[in-house]
């Protein structure tokens, strides 16, 4: 049976919108169960704050499930919580204790603006991935696709970095807004596939180069690996940089030719 | 509008219809795609698909999703995999028997032809899936590995651990962003649908609200596809996300689409069970888990040991007992059944006496515990983040919730609605899956309608469009529809009563698991048709939504797809009312063999109800499609 959490001491950063300069507002829950997940905890908050008739604290979320990367949140200054490789909506209410303080504030990245409260606008991402993170495959006319056998161990090595579901902890950890494991984890998916090879180096380069306009740059803290709810390595980025190295090579040779 | 209803069925064998009809699609040439502009509501796996491959094609193509990307659709939460005839596992699979196999198991109410070619095309899904980069799984040789899903005796699923969904929609996704990229695609995202506008008969766009600063803006098009999911959410708890909603396909039924068989809702057998009553949202467990785990339910009521401690001799394993050449993977429906009757019977197990056990105490001392890990790893992972218990060690708790909704915007052949110009794809239309859908069949049927089958029939429908001009957003009726729009959001906000949109939706959710759930009867559903209009003057009158229309607001986003849900569970109790027979996922007490399984009126119900909209959802009309069984014959449906 449930047991219930007394007395929690909500901190939670409040912004009207981008412009808004925001600031901490102080919340209590009075009891919850410790069944419930985080954001459900938000959820009671908030329709206690509707009751109230003031503002709910504005939040992104989705699946629920750990899937969908759309939740995020700092909670106590960890990218989704204190809990490890567990997105804020997997984390639940009995990791905290009654009389806690928990401090919620929104993703903190320059490439990651305000919206509102909680919710950040992380749309830079997509351009990482529209400027090279696919495999040109146009629908109709693929072949059978046993034709080319891939070791298990490749197949399962992409699988690896392609469980990454974007929902920017990496980003929010790095103390340089960096967005290197997120590309990385794209990149080493792809390219280490056969299918990914014709690509392989036009796609490592124009995606490094696309996060360097959005992101800040990587100094190997390792934070994001540890933040990331997907536990993706950070070999993952190294990968990247090696194919990047090799990328400003081989792409110069294929413009000479043509 | 008067409703015709003409589903297009080709002419000729089942067999040959999808290539007799492609050959006699009308063509638009290569340089004349770009004249034609198309939008796209929803980016999971049918509308991301449908998107890419028809920007590919030179189509002007614009995107819709309320989501902050068009990545997080709910396609992505799909776990277990994806069906193909692709007879890999040379176990005896073939087009025919995944065509056969999706029409029984949906209880013979759906439509043959569609489903015929959903099978044909399945094999060329994965084909397409592999050359994308989707990271299937694979055998060592490095070939790709299958597994066994409910309601077939192949192995036909194909999937990538235990998150299928998310590489395929990874796939799709990434096709889009390359159209995006490319710039064939306009993506507008936290932009929600919230009116269609028809032109003389014809679909002629879509009115949007944008989330973060409430702009109404119009969007013209020559053809719009809505892919816009299911209506699940309906019973507030279910495993969809928290966003699945019903507005789209809702706001298109009450502009002339017919909604066909809003009745028939999946009940997925293996969920966690509600554990609080602060509890949002349910989470699935993999179909799949079902190869290896055993579902038991102690005889004992009182029964209190834990669940190593109970004897062999004092377990029930009920889905082996009770349909041996199935066993653990009998469908959904018939699963869910005997899972909600043992726990009925006071057998349940938990806390809350509220599930029944899911055991892989006999696949860990048989196969070990690391290649148990390795098929479901992260399924227990996820298992044990919500319910606090280590599956290696004691047995799962599972109970039906509600997954999927097989009915949906009625669409013909083309998967074109009665509107012209206006398609559903994916789980927003009611073609292939019947009454009850097999698992691993979803995915299957998103990419097939995206891929597939759209980019051919909308072609179809342009090509005598050309060079004629369409109306524009400067149109009355656009502008009509954005005043209505603007008018019903600024309407949920002034009415400043006390209860908010959550409060509501729970309600509802609760009137309509009690009557039009896992088992319905007609004292019930006329008891929720007397409950939901009262309970729905009460949130018209007594909605609380603080805030403006002006500015990101989530609990007004709620608040209008609260109201559709309203309107849509009354059609649904209607419909589940009216169809006096039982038949998959729509259960009436009253029609029930001696055995407890569902009892069909093929008689008076082979067809599929069409709702028209008459302004009062206690008021719709019903019309009927017939269906008839050329391939197959109608036949009680047994997993004994």
New interface residues.
Partial sequence: MSNHLKNLKLKIWRQSGPTDTGHFENYVMDEISDEASFLEMLDVLNEGLIGENKLPVVFDHDCREGICGTCSLMINGQAHGPERSTTTCQLHMRKFKSGDEIVIEPWRASAFPIIKDLMVDRSAFDRIIESGGYITAPTGGAPDANLIPIPKTVADAAMDASQCIGCGACVAACPNGAANLFTGAKIAHLNLLPQGQAERFKRTEAMVETMDEYFGSCTNHGECEAACPKEISIDVIALMNKDYRKSKLKNRKEISRT | MTITFNSKIPAGAIGDKWATYKEDAKLVAPGNKRKFKVIVVGTGLAGA?AA??MA?LGYQVDVFTF??????A?S??AQGGINAA?N?QGDGDSVHRLFYDTIKGGDFRSRESNVHRLAEVSV?I????????V??????????DNRSFGGAQVSRTFY??G?T???LL?GA???L??Q??LGNVR?F?RTELVDVVTVDDRCAGIVTRDL?NGEVVSHAAHAVVMATGGYGNVFYLSTN???CNVTAAWRAHRKGAAFANPCYTQIHPTCIPQ???????L??MSESLRNDGRVWVPMNPDESRSADQVPEAERDYILERLYPSYGNLAPRDVSSRAAKRAVDAGLGVG?LKNGVYLDFSDAVNRLGKDVVEERYGNLFQ?YE??A?ENPYDVPMRIYPATHYTMGGLWVDYELMTNIPGLYAAGEANFSDHGANRLGASALMQGLADG??VL?YTIGNYLAPMLNKPIPGTDHPAFKEAELAATARYQGYVDIKGSR?P??FHREVGRIIWDYCGMERTQQGLEKALSELPALYEEFQKDL?V??NAE??N??LEKAGRVDDFFQLGMLMCRDALEREESCGGHFRAEYQTDEGEALRDDEKFAHVAAWEWTGDPTKSIRHSEELNFEAIHLATRSYK
């Fill in positions: 698909s890419a491959t590919e989501h902050d990307s068009p990545r997080r709910h992505i939460a692709k890999y060329n994965i084909d397409q899936m592999v050359a994308q980069g990271p299937f799984a694979r055998e060592y040789g490095g070939l790709l990538a651990r998150q969904g998310q590489q990874l996704y990434q096709q962003a390359r995006i990229g993506m995202n973060v996300a928290m966003a554990s609080d009553p602060t509890q949002s949202k989470t699935l806390p996820m983040r919500i606090g891929y597939f980019p908010s959550d409060y609380r603080t805030g500015s990101m989530q609990t």
